[in-house]
């Protein structure tokens, strides 16, 4: 069983930056690649980026890309999402999730066997 927990949600105004963290219970370098996902009302849950073993690959969904960095410290056992240039839009449950098993960067929810509890982004305009 892996722990997830992500952190460093909150209000911010549009154009403006937040910084999400996830620690994970179990060793960084044990998992294949982690993802942050969100999930806006009404809506499905959708890909926002990944970050492979290492930290040499990523990969992001069109909406967030050129705003949005995704990273990971595996001395710490954490990931970060670092967004910036925030629109209302980006107004989500944002989920940290980790893949034990598939050695690819997936924007599949199916491929990931771990998820926090999500935190709360919410963007004003």
């Known amino acids: 069983q892996v722990q997830v927990v992500e952190s460093g949600g909150g209000l911010v105004q549009a154009g403006g930056s937040l910084r999400l963290s996830c620690v994970t219970s179990?060793?960084?370098?044990?998992?294949?690649?982690m993802g942050w996902f969100r999930q806006a009302p009404g809506k499905e849950r959708e890909f926002v980026a990944a970050?492979?073993?290492?930290?040499?690959?990523?990969l992001y969904a069109d909406s967030v890309k050129g705003r949005f960095t995704i990273s990971r410290d595996n001395a710490k056992n954490t990931v970060y999402l670092q967004m910036n240039s925030l629109k209302p839009e980006d107004t989500a449950v944002y989920y940290c999730?980790?893949?034990?098993?598939?050695?690819?960067?997936?924007?599949?929810?199916?491929?990931?066997?771990?998820w926090g509890q999500g935190t709360q982004v919410t963007v004003s305009s």
């Open positions: 999730a980790a893949n034990l098993d598939v050695p690819r960067l997936s924007p599949q929810p199916r491929e990931y066997d771990y």
């Open positions: 179990a060793r960084t370098r044990s998992i294949q690649s």
């Open positions: 970050v492979s073993r290492s930290g040499g690959s990523t």
